[in-house]
């Protein structure tokens, strides 16, 4: 059976600029940091894969010295855990309180990718907890619990890097010549392709202006029928899809009948990585 993996942030709600922006914030002025992110470097700290992994950027040896760090790498690094445990709480509140609506389309097309027999799953470099927050939100509790969950350091190479993909294909028993990636950013695209999977992108908020060669398809949104009635706009349709005024899993079913060798058309062929070669690690849906 073919399988739709979808992104967490941006694919299943527009959530950074909402969520993660003000929960960062937020986390740096509890525990007395001396940086406010604004929109506009935010803009540039999405392109890194992860929360932790974000914060780290801070610590140049000016930041460390003013905000009264220890030096000791390991006493670092747990001041780093804790900030991102604590934002992590922040931002699943944000959640919680209904602020950030779903995206367009993503819970219509994963309920008829379920009732097609599917696999259904989330693949994100973002926290589980988070996560899965965002995936109740977006699907309801009964669609979510037939979703698998991949998502923070279930590996350690977090996107561009293909691994959190082919780790889900491999836990899952995959072909990845029968998995459509939904992506939104051209660093979790990369990722996909470098799994051997087929990638749509619906482009969000920081995410419009990135290059998405490569991709089997770009939109703007999966888009709705009435009576939400959100059209999407088709940016890139080189395997001919041809979606109308919303996607559907049939034009998303032609990404791999196509052949999904769009990959290949991007700056150079497609990162190693394979399900064969994922590392191990524990099964999602016991979490």
Same mark, same amino acid.
């Given at each position: 059976?073919?399988?739709?993996?979808?992104?967490?942030?941006?694919?299943?709600?527009?959530?950074?600029?909402?969520?993660?922006? /003000?929960?960062?914030?937020?986390?740096?002025? #509890?525990?007395?940091?001396?940086?406010?992110? !604004?929109?506009?470097?935010?803009? #540039?700290?999405?392109?890194?894969?992860?929360?932790?992994?974000?914060?780290?950027?801070?610590?140049?040896?000016?930041?460390?010295?003013? &905000?009264?760090?220890?030096?000791?790498?390991? &006493?670092?690094? #747990?001041?780093?855990?804790?900030?991102?445990?604590?934002?992590? #709480?922040?931002?699943?509140?944000?959640?919680?309180?209904?602020?950030? /609506?779903?995206?367009?389309?993503?819970?219509?097309?994963?309920?008829?990718?379920?009732?097609?027999?599917?696999?259904?799953?989330?693949?994100?470099?973002?926290?589980?907890?988070?996560?899965?927050?965002?995936?109740?939100?977006?699907?309801?509790?009964?669609?979510?619990?037939?979703?698998?969950?991949?998502?923070?350091?279930?590996?350690?190479?977090?996107?561009?890097?293909?691994?959190?993909?082919?780790?889900?294909?491999?836990?899952?028993?995959?072909?990845?010549?029968?998995?459509?990636?939904?992506?939104?950013?051209?660093?979790?695209?990369?990722?996909?392709?470098?799994?051997?999977?087929?990638?749509?992108?619906?482009?969000?908020?920081?995410?419009?202006?990135?290059?998405?060669?490569?991709?089997?398809?770009?939109?703007?949104?999966?888009?709705?029928?009435?009576?939400?009635?959100?059209?999407?706009?088709?940016?890139?349709?080189?395997?001919?899809?041809? /979606?109308?005024?919303?996607?559907?899993?049939?034009?998303?079913?032609?990404?791999?009948?196509?052949?999904?060798?769009?990959?290949?058309?991007?700056?150079?062929?497609?990162?190693?990585? !394979?399900? !064969?070669?994922?590392?191990?690690?524990?099964?999602?849906?016991?979490?």
């Amino acid at each position: 059976m073919p399988a739709l993996i979808f992104d967490c942030d941006g694919v299943l709600a527009d959530t950074e600029r909402d969520g993660h922006l /003000p929960a960062f914030n937020e986390t740096f002025e #509890e525990f007395g940091l001396p940086v406010r992110w !604004s929109d506009e470097e935010y803009a #540039e700290k999405v392109k890194v894969g992860g929360g932790k992994e974000r914060m780290r950027t801070l610590l140049t040896p000016d930041f460390v010295a003013a &905000a009264g760090l220890p030096a000791d790498p390991a &006493a670092l690094e #747990e001041q780093v855990a804790g900030w991102h445990r604590r934002k992590t #709480e922040i931002y699943t509140g944000i959640i919680r309180s209904g602020r950030i /609506p779903p995206r367009p389309g993503v819970r219509r097309v994963a309920a008829e990718a379920h009732e097609a027999g599917w696999t259904l799953a989330v693949a994100s470099t973002s926290a589980e907890a988070s996560v899965r927050s965002v995936l109740e939100l977006a699907m309801g509790p009964e669609l979510a619990a037939h979703f698998s969950v991949f998502a923070g350091d279930v590996v350690q190479r977090k996107k561009p890097a293909p691994d959190i993909y082919a780790f889900a294909v491999h836990r899952l028993g995959l072909d990845p010549a029968g998995v459509v990636a939904i992506e939104d950013s051209s660093n979790g695209m990369l990722s996909a392709l470098g799994a051997g999977l087929a990638c749509a992108v619906t482009t969000s908020a920081y995410t419009a202006q990135e290059d998405f060669t490569g991709a089997s398809l770009v939109v703007t949104s999966l888009g709705d029928p009435p009576p939400e009635e959100i059209v999407t706009r088709v940016l890139s349709d080189p395997l001919g899809a041809h /979606p109308g005024p919303w996607v559907e899993l049939a034009d998303l079913a032609v990404l791999l009948t196509a052949g999904g060798d769009a990959g290949t058309t991007a700056s150079g062929p497609p990162a190693a990585g !394979s399900p !064969s070669s994922a590392p191990p690690g524990p099964d999602p849906r016991s979490h």
